[in-house]
């Protein structure tokens, strides 16, 4: 028997509710707030990561699929959306229209992570993405955004860690205060960590090596480094989500994953998955934009690991499919003749309807109707058929009525819908 890659899922009937049950509220949620849909390829030229993510991330240096691709060169599975989104602004020169475009997309994502609970290496989030604003009460919005569709979703035991990234006005002084630190704690730091010390300090924040944390423990603090506009920006991002109700946790030692982010940055953590705590996280961009060969443009965004937010999801909550509206139970083969037709015209005109051709009894019929969780059932044997009626019957209360067989499909397209 062939099975699937380890690392890979599948998706089956009783866990789909769930993940359906995210992707209309996210969809919901978004569209209220004024974004609009994107479906975009989940092949790039592999240059669109390595530029946008950054070399010296562990994406980049060993967890993408890449290949090559003849004459295209070297080609990868997108490992996150945010590149692919900024790519298509720029291509399609959306900002010449209105540079101020808000996006959403849902889709898989890979990356050849070390199988483990909560992790695979296709995986799926819910992407957002904001351009064309560079405001404070922006950020704080997009935070509001992701909190709301939370909480529509009864998604309890999160929190949303915020901190600022500075700019490149900024960063340099805080970068050279860590590196201070990291030079004297070279013999504590993981064979990343040292090369990450060189290329980007910041990095070494985001290592989950207890050697590295405990090494960077009395890391100095970025925000005591900010420059008067980063400051204000970031005070004016947590002055908004107070006011809102937003709970919020400011965390010195985020910095994301990736090399793109400056200023807000945030992730939302759960305390119900283990040590895969993180179910969303995201930040500013501004210079993402110009760097993939656009204009100078503000831009913000977040992923949510739909995986993780299903698994939170399904354990504060039961989400079953629902049953068919209505059952046909025929009984002989005149009657499984008509239930076939009428099946396929109640289905055709938005009745959810089941029927069954294998020649079963009563009996049969109603106990596999109730497995399905049929809201009714309508019976149809030779004697209803010698009398021209079809006797419906409500599951939940037991009343049953015999309807006339003529313009039978109209009768229950008007009742069911």
Request: hydrophobic share 40%.
């Amino acid at each position: 028997m062939i099975q699937l890659i380890k690392g890979f899922k599948d998706v089956l009937p009783g866990e789909i509710e769930v993940w359906q049950t995210i992707e209309r509220a996210a969809k919901e949620t978004f569209e209220n707030f004024g974004f609009q849909e994107l479906r975009l390829p989940i092949v790039e030229k592999s240059e669109l990561f390595s530029r946008s993510i950054g070399d010296t991330t562990d994406i980049v240096e060993k967890e993408m699929y890449t290949f090559e691709d003849g004459k295209r060169g070297h080609v990868t599975l997108r490992p996150e959306a945010t590149a692919s989104v900024v790519r298509s602004y720029i291509q399609h020169k959306m900002y010449a229209k209105d540079p101020i475009r808000k996006f959403y997309t849902i889709g898989p994502m890979f990356r050849r992570e070390r199988p483990q609970k909560g992790r695979y290496r296709q995986f799926y989030q819910i992407d957002a993405e904001v351009f064309g604003i560079d405001s404070p009460y922006l950020d704080a919005q997009l935070i509001f955004m992701l909190a709301t569709l939370l909480e529509k979703l009864k998604a309890r035991d999160v929190k949303a860690h915020i901190n600022s990234l500075g700019c490149p006005c900024c960063r340099p002084n805080f970068q050279k205060a860590l590196k201070e630190l990291l030079d004297a704690k070279k013999d504590s730091l993981c064979e990343n960590c040292l090369r990450r010390s060189e290329k980007n300090p910041l990095r070494v924040l985001d290592c989950k090596v207890p050697s590295c944390r405990e090494a960077v423990a009395g890391a100095p603090s970025i925000l005591d480094h900010l420059c008067d506009d980063c400051r204000d920006h970031f005070e004016t991002v947590k002055s908004v989500l107070t006011e809102n109700g937003v709970e919020f946790e400011v965390d010195t030692r985020l910095v994301r994953g990736l090399d793109y982010y400056t200023r807000t940055a945030f992730e939302v953590l759960t305390t119900s998955l283990g040590a895969q705590n993180a179910v969303a996280g995201g930040g500013r961009y501004d210079g993402l934009v110009k760097a993939l060969g656009g204009p100078e443009m503000p831009a913000i965004g977040f992923a949510i690991g739909f995986d993780r937010l299903a698994e939170i999801v399904a354990m504060q909550q039961t989400i079953e499919a629902d049953g068919p509206t209505l059952y046909i139970a025929p009984l002989g083969e005149k009657a499984t003749e008509k239930a076939a037709s009428w099946a396929m015209q109640l289905a055709a005109r938005g009745v959810f309807c089941e029927t069954d051709f294998a020649g079963r009894s009563l009996k049969s019929h109603m106990k596999r109707a109730d497995k399905l969780k049929a809201a009714h059932v309508l019976m149809l044997g030779d004697d209803e058929l010698d009398r021209g009626v079809a006797a419906l019957r409500n599951m939940a209360t037991k009343e049953q009525w015999d309807l006339p067989l003529d313009g039978l499909v109209e009768t229950l397209v008007e009742r069911f819908n």
